[in-house]
């Protein structure tokens, strides 16, 4: 592919804003050139679908971590038109991935211990305990999600509080119709409750939530319970453009627990604060300590470590606090609404586009949303989960090859083949964006460690703990909240949204 010399900034400028537009599903006159492009929650899929697209128009692959070096349109424009002039962006690009491969190196001496450091204003000592029975209003972060949409769904379900949702947003209006927009795509939007949903416009990755001193106070006065949910899942980008939203975004939550009066926090961790191999083959409890860090290399795996320090710590302060792990979070169990820009989606319509599978020891762990949203809100009311954490693995992972075997009893012909033989079909034979792969293929491809693994290797089952999920069902056994098997009717029906919604094509 031949490099066009013509391409300027503005006419780079113009191709990102309507690609952009399109991957948000937003105007173009929503988007601005000036914004960072992290505050517009651009998850792994869509970044490296971006890259992907900008690789077709210049001709040569920018490396991922552009989009956090040159963090708006505007730079990033002007960065890759500059690639352009100099003529030489296979080298240049050379340079830009031995900087990627040093930033993805970095997290090895990354001291995320030090990193765990809650403000010491942060205490509930000097709040009012309010012991609160049903709350009245209650706030939510990451409504906007897709386990968001399903906690908010679900509380709006089983308490009669209003909901309060952080949400970015130009201004109120906005924001309640992107709460609306995002409860419309999974088919959980009911006008009942549409007056119970109160949008709170500001940003995570700001201080005070980026509201106003006056407004963090008001709503500090105002609300009973919160639920932090929310969180900027990218696999691509380092811990340090995570840090703001993850990090510190949980550090201004637990602020918030602590103005005024004392309100109780139910936060959503992530069973990859286990990820040290530390843990690998051993069996890891919920209630037990995660001091290994060491070996931890993806930057959002290394936000949620740090964030879930933060909670305890402020749970050793006095706050009540509560924290929910879940792995990979798959589709709806009745409905087979998912998310079909998630990982597993993605890999699973690449790998039946290239006719084959990798043979890996991967167990398939995850869980369904409305299991996971439906045990977070079960426990968190319930007295006696106060100061515990529950893991909510799927109690009976399912091996890949069971999937390779359900996708071949309906009627596709695919191949497992040694893992070296498929990155080599990757590399050869997936050059389109045409194939979701090709938008993954840093992320797969990418030698991430010390002893240069990549991905797919940090993740085999030998690597992996055994993460014990017998509180959460010990704490469940009292309610009708069961995690569906992974089966052949529940793969039935996946495959059937998947086809319905057009995503998987059955020719």
Known sequence: MTI??????????????????????VSTDEIDIKEHLENYGLDSA??????????????????????????????????????????????????????????????????LGAEAVLDPTIHPG????????????????????FLGAFL????????NADIYCLVRAANAEEGKSKLQKNLQ?????????NSRIIPIVGDLSQPLLGLGSEQFQQLAANIDTIYHSGALLNYVFPYSALKAANVLGTQEVLRLACQIKVKPVHYVSSVAIFESPAYAGK??????????????????????????????????????????RPPLISGDSKTGICNTHDFINLMTKGCLQM????????????????????????????????????????????????????IRSFGYSVKMIPYEEWQAELINNVSSVDNPLYTLRPFLLERWSDQQLTIPDLYLQAKRPHISCQDTLIALAGSSIVCPPIDSQLFMTYTAYLIQSGFLNIA
Do not use: C
């Open 185 to 193: 795509q999974y088919a959980i939007w009911q006008e009942q409750f």
């Open 46 to 111: 869509q970044a490296m679908i971006l890259v992907s697209k900008l690789e077709k128009l210049l001709g040569f692959q920018p490396s991922p971590l552009l989009l956090w070096h040159y963090p708006n349109i505007e730079a990033l424009s002007q960065r890759l038109a500059e690639e352009v002039q100099e003529g030489s962006p296979v080298q240049d690009t050379k340079v830009v991935r031995q900087a990627s491969s040093n930033a993805n190196a970095a997290p090895s001496v990354l001291n």
């Open 4 to 25: 066009k010399q013509s391409f300027t900034a503005a006419d780079i400028q113009v191709f990102l804003i309507s690609n952009l537009a399109e991957l948000l599903k």
């Open 126 to 145: 000097g709040a009012s305990n309010v012991l609160v029975g049903e709350p009245k209003n209650i706030f939510l972060t990451g409504g906007t999600g």
């Open 152 to 159: 908010l769904w679900e509380l709006l379900q089983e308490t």
């Open 355 to 406: 006719g084959s599978f990798p043979d890996v020891d991967y167990m398939l762990d995850m869980s369904p949303v409305d299991y996971v949203s439906k045990a977070v809100v079960y426990l968190s009311r319930q007295k006696e989960s106060i100061g515990k954490a529950f893991n909510l693995q799927h109690p009976q992972p399912a091996a890949l090859k069971m999937l390779v075997e359900w």
């Open 283 to 324: 069996v890891v409890k919920e209630q037990d300590e995660f001091n290994h860090w060491e070996g931890i290399y993806l930057g959002y795996s290394q936000t949620k470590w740090v964030a879930e320090k933060l909670v305890k710590i402020a749970r050793d302060r006095g706050l009540p606090v509560t924290i929910y």
